[in-house]
């Protein structure tokens, strides 16, 4: 009997060591006997002129245009091409780019192709990768086709193509899967399912020692939509509460002596300041995406599994009980949401929703078999 394979289509690396959703998915696909091939695209030479492209410094350490292995029954291919499209940020260079840009897909290399042809599953993540949607469904009409919309097109700010591209070719998709119950109206829904994010159960239910030397302590982990001011307010108006702060660049504008600042850290390192920790923040500021990423916050997810209080905004709450909310820019509301995480009830907090990476996928994997059914 031949073997099950995936094809994934991301623009991360397939081992980088920045793990997103789609790096977990991968390796849960491989854990359960697919062959995985994890294909990384959007490198070319125009990546090296683009500063916010971290990819670019790790290019060395890795092949380019060829399959290697990263993990067990996992391959990664990182397709450096002779150009990419972007998003040119003017309405009439994006108007005039297209000819050039729909050429994309033509330059496939011919040993992707080969996998693509016989592959039983393809899970496309949202970005560039929805351009190779088309051509990889004529050469393989019978595979399966998923796209996990880790993010919106449009947060993206992708080339405009790929949104008009993507709305072509959702109906033949099998599932459209969403980590945000917010991103459900962005899709039909007759295909579109809401799969939360999972978490690795395994490194938090091992019991690690408590690395405060104080006895309260709360943590922000990240520096998307970074709110220094609800930081900033809580540290001022809590001085018996020890703020840590993790992410890259994350800080508060004042010193205060009950803030620390750790920087960038490996997760593995962080498991054990969520663990022991009095309560979570996740500080977002309001903005147009707001809401979705929030939703599908990763670190909403482990505070959760650790049965932390959450102090975060009323548009991330999100109907979660133990989310003590505050209205964004409201120190009085701040304030309160800090006192009132201090005091909730931690055994009173559900951990029944959280899933791990593996139930995730298999979800996933589900719902695509169910969708393939009523076609």
């Not at 008009?164 to 459209?176: A, D, M, R, S």
Request: proline share 7%; hydrophobic share 40%.
């Amino acid at each position: 009997m031949k073997a099950k394979s995936v094809l994934i289509i991301s623009g991360h690396l397939g081992n980088s060591k920045r793990k997103a959703s789609i790096h977990f998915i991968a390796e849960n696909m491989a854990l359960l006997g697919y062959k995985t091939y994890f294909l990384t695209i959007g490198l070319s030479q125009i990546s090296h002129f683009k500063a916010d492209d971290e990819r670019v410094g790790q290019l060395p350490h890795f092949p380019q245009n060829n399959w290697f292995a990263i993990a067990p029954n996992m391959q990664n291919f990182i397709w450096y091409s002779l150009f990419h499209p972007f998003n040119l940020k003017n309405k009439w260079l994006n108007f005039f780019s297209v000819p050039i840009f729909a050429l994309y897909p033509l330059f496939l290399p011919r040993i992707v192709l080969e996998v693509a042809r016989q592959t039983d599953l393809i899970v496309i993540e949202s970005g560039l990768g929805i351009l190779l949607a088309p051509r990889l469904k004529k050469i393989n009409p019978n595979a399966t086709f998923i796209y996990t919309a880790s993010d919106r097109l449009s947060t993206l700010q992708t080339h405009p193509m790929l949104e008009k591209t993507l709305q072509q070719c959702l109906p033949w998709f099998g599932l459209v899967r969403v980590p945000a119950q917010s991103m459900l109206g962005d899709f039909k829904p007759a295909k579109t399912v809401h799969i939360p994010h999972g978490i690795d159960k395994k490194l938090f239910d091992t019991q690690h020692p408590n690395p405060y030397p104080g006895k309260l302590n709360a943590i922000s982990i990240g520096n998307m939509l970074y709110d220094e001011f609800t930081i900033a307010t809580l540290a001022k108006n809590l001085p018996n509460v020890t703020f840590h702060l993790f992410g890259k660049g994350v800080a508060t504008h004042k010193n205060y002596a009950n803030v620390v600042v750790h920087g960038e850290k490996p997760f593995a390192q962080l498991v054990p300041y969520i663990q022991h920790a009095s309560f979570g923040i996740a500080p977002y500021k309001m903005s147009e995406s707001a809401d979705y990423l929030s939703q599908s916050s990763l670190k909403m997810i482990q505070y959760t599994y650790c049965r932390l209080p959450i102090v975060a905004p009323a548009f991330a709450a999100a109907g979660r009980p133990h989310v003590c909310a505050y209205q964004p820019n409201n120190a009085t509301s701040i304030i309160a949401a800090g006192k009132q995480a201090l005091a909730y009830p931690r055994q009173n907090i559900s951990t029944k929703q959280v899933l791990s990476w593996q139930e995730s996928t298999h979800m996933m994997l589900k719902n695509a078999k169910k969708t393939k059914k009523k076609s």
